[in-house]
């Protein structure tokens, strides 16, 4: 009798493993379709981006935003702040920065 009830536990083992990786399976391919989705969503937004970066009005945008470029003829300015409210740490070395926060060197 103790013979039959292993076999059957052996059996029964033997059949539900392949059906649990099965399942696993399953989730596994679902998830990988998910993270493909969403790269192929990355990838649309990244090939948007290049072709608008081609333009040369977003260039000079760009340009003027991150590097204050400025056109002949254009007005420049610049914000000053006092020099008691920028306190800037002592370790913190990088010589004309407080000039161009607060118009002031020492």
Not at 17 to 42: H, N, T, V, W
Request: charged share 30%; glycine share 6%; net charge neutral.
């Amino acid at each position: 009798m103790v013979i039959v009830a292993a076999a059957v536990m052996a059996l029964a083992a033997a059949t539900l493993l392949p059906l649990r990786q099965y399942r696993d399976q399953g989730s596994s391919i679902e998830q990988a379709k998910q993270e493909l989705a969403e790269l192929e969503e990355r990838r649309s937004d990244l090939e948007s981006r290049l072709e608008k970066a081609g333009d040369k009005k977003v260039i000079e945008r760009e340009a003027r935003k991150q590097m204050s470029l400025v056109r002949p003829g254009d007005e420049l300015f610049r914000v000053v702040v006092p020099g008691d409210i920028i306190d800037l740490p002592k370790a913190w070395y990088l010589p004309g920065v407080e000039y161009l926060i607060t118009g002031q060197s020492k």
